[in-house]
């Protein structure tokens, strides 16, 4: 495939601004307000819609914030007692079981400290009543864990059957080649947290079976296709080299033996150059990095001109990034926002068809972004 390239507690009150004072952006197929629901959040990480219309966002810090459509928000307590906030980690991720609305269970992504320092990338699950999480459950562990505070990835995707946990190299990129750790994987496990009979290699000794993927550095962004069976995800490179994947389980992604970026300050050369036999290759990288981030494929209920498109966003230059994707491929790129909103570190389609975003900061947002008829 040729590859594309582009160079509970205290109840706090926020309010979202009138629509007249909403800003108007026209991009290339659509024209759009985007307005603040909710500020203050520190370092929002990512966010879920529950079947009421609030939201649940977490923050890096340790918090589960629970957000009105009026940008009411309120705290959840409850939360695993061993999460730390280190570095890049902290709580991360979120996602709803298939089944929430009868089993009120989310899945909670964090990372878990450990002996002298260590720590690595948890799941647990959990039972949201009203304000408060009940039977938080241990369902992933990374092992083994590290010390620093870098690449814990962190995003979560729950399908009908399935729940995909995104992590990082943790700054071990050699460990990413090597299956006896769950270093720069992409982890598949049954919804109950069991590991599935069809894994690829829970019939080899020398490998977890709960690995679905290798050879990730930092998986920051994953969604699934329209189709219902395409698994998208995208990870971070180092100077350079971000990319974009769909995943095909038992599949090596290269890192860091092969890249499209460069080391750090010096500009020299990773691995063995940008190919090599039995390694994926991404459709889509940019060089130079952009630090992709949450990402959504979009049912196009509002949006109707980008149905079946990914939007990402973009921490370092402040973008929101929509992706033409047709068959599979990347047929072009736009860049929106110029960074006039901040780093923005998650992008969700709301089920009403709206775009909600995330800025990350210690003053964070929930911006909406709704199309102009």
Same mark, same amino acid.
């Given at each position: 495939m040729k590859i594309v390239t582009f160079i509970a507690g205290a109840i706090l009150s926020t309010f979202a601004p009138l629509a007249a004072n909403a800003d @108007?952006? @026209?991009? =290339? %197929?659509?024209?759009f307000t985007i307005d603040s629901v909710a500020q203050g959040l520190n370092h929002p990480w990512s966010l879920v819609f529950l079947p009421d219309g609030d939201m649940l966002v977490s923050e890096r810090n340790g918090a589960l914030k629970r957000v009105s459509s009026e940008g009411v928000m309120t705290n959840i307590e409850g939360l695993p007692e061993n999460l730390v906030y280190r570095g890049q980690g902290g709580l991360l991720g979120l996602a709803l079981a298939p089944d929430f609305e009868l089993s009120k269970r989310l899945y909670i992504a964090y990372s878990e400290d #450990? /002996?002298? $320092? %260590?720590? #690595?990338?948890?799941?647990s699950s959990a039972i949201l009543? !009203?304000? %408060?999480?009940? &039977?938080? @459950?241990?369902l992933f562990s990374q092992k083994p864990k590290l010390a620093g505070g870098r690449h814990y990835g962190g995003r979560l995707l729950a399908t009908d059957e399935h729940l995909f946990i995104a992590l990082g190299d943790r700054g071990n990129r050699d460990k990413a080649q090597q299956n006896d750790s769950h270093i720069g994987t992409l982890i598949r496990l049954n919804l109950d947290g069991s590991v599935p009979a069809d894994n690829p290699f829970v019939s080899d000794s020398n490998s977890f079976p709960e690995i679905y993927s290798y050879g990730h550095r930092n998986i920051q962004g994953m969604t699934l296709d329209n189709d219902g069976k395409t698994l998208w995800t995208h990870e971070h490179g180092p100077q350079g080299g971000d990319e974009l994947n769909p995943i095909t389980k038992g599949s090596n992604y290269g890192w860091p033996t092969i890249t499209? !970026?460069?080391?750090? #300050? @010096?500009g020299s050369k990773i691995g063995s150059g940008t190919e090599q036999a039995g390694m994926e290759q991404?459709? &889509?990288y940019w060089v130079p990095s952009i630090a992709p981030s949450g990402m959504d494929m979009l049912s196009g209920a509002k949006f109707d001109q980008w149905k079946g498109d990914i939007l990402l966003g973009s921490l370092k230059f402040g973008l929101l990034v929509r992706l033409d994707i047709e068959n599979s491929r990347v047929m #072009? =790129?736009? $860049?929106?926002? /110029? !960074?006039n909103y901040g780093r923005i570190r998650d992008v969700v389609e709301s089920p009403d068809g709206d775009i909600y975003l995330l800025t990350d900061s210690s003053n964070g947002e929930i911006l909406r972004l709704s199309p102009k008829h």
């Amino acid at each position: 495939m040729k590859i594309v390239t582009f160079i509970a507690g205290a109840i706090l009150s926020t309010f979202a601004p009138l629509a007249a004072n909403a800003d @108007t952006i @026209t991009s =290339e %197929k659509h024209t759009f307000t985007i307005d603040s629901v909710a500020q203050g959040l520190n370092h929002p990480w990512s966010l879920v819609f529950l079947p009421d219309g609030d939201m649940l966002v977490s923050e890096r810090n340790g918090a589960l914030k629970r957000v009105s459509s009026e940008g009411v928000m309120t705290n959840i307590e409850g939360l695993p007692e061993n999460l730390v906030y280190r570095g890049q980690g902290g709580l991360l991720g979120l996602a709803l079981a298939p089944d929430f609305e009868l089993s009120k269970r989310l899945y909670i992504a964090y990372s878990e400290d #450990g /002996d002298f $320092r %260590k720590s #690595g990338t948890a799941v647990s699950s959990a039972i949201l009543n !009203g304000n %408060k999480l009940s &039977h938080v @459950t241990l369902l992933f562990s990374q092992k083994p864990k590290l010390a620093g505070g870098r690449h814990y990835g962190g995003r979560l995707l729950a399908t009908d059957e399935h729940l995909f946990i995104a992590l990082g190299d943790r700054g071990n990129r050699d460990k990413a080649q090597q299956n006896d750790s769950h270093i720069g994987t992409l982890i598949r496990l049954n919804l109950d947290g069991s590991v599935p009979a069809d894994n690829p290699f829970v019939s080899d000794s020398n490998s977890f079976p709960e690995i679905y993927s290798y050879g990730h550095r930092n998986i920051q962004g994953m969604t699934l296709d329209n189709d219902g069976k395409t698994l998208w995800t995208h990870e971070h490179g180092p100077q350079g080299g971000d990319e974009l994947n769909p995943i095909t389980k038992g599949s090596n992604y290269g890192w860091p033996t092969i890249t499209y !970026g460069v080391n750090y #300050g @010096t500009g020299s050369k990773i691995g063995s150059g940008t190919e090599q036999a039995g390694m994926e290759q991404p459709v &889509h990288y940019w060089v130079p990095s952009i630090a992709p981030s949450g990402m959504d494929m979009l049912s196009g209920a509002k949006f109707d001109q980008w149905k079946g498109d990914i939007l990402l966003g973009s921490l370092k230059f402040g973008l929101l990034v929509r992706l033409d994707i047709e068959n599979s491929r990347v047929m #072009g =790129e736009e $860049r929106l926002l /110029d !960074g006039n909103y901040g780093r923005i570190r998650d992008v969700v389609e709301s089920p009403d068809g709206d775009i909600y975003l995330l800025t990350d900061s210690s003053n964070g947002e929930i911006l909406r972004l709704s199309p102009k008829h």
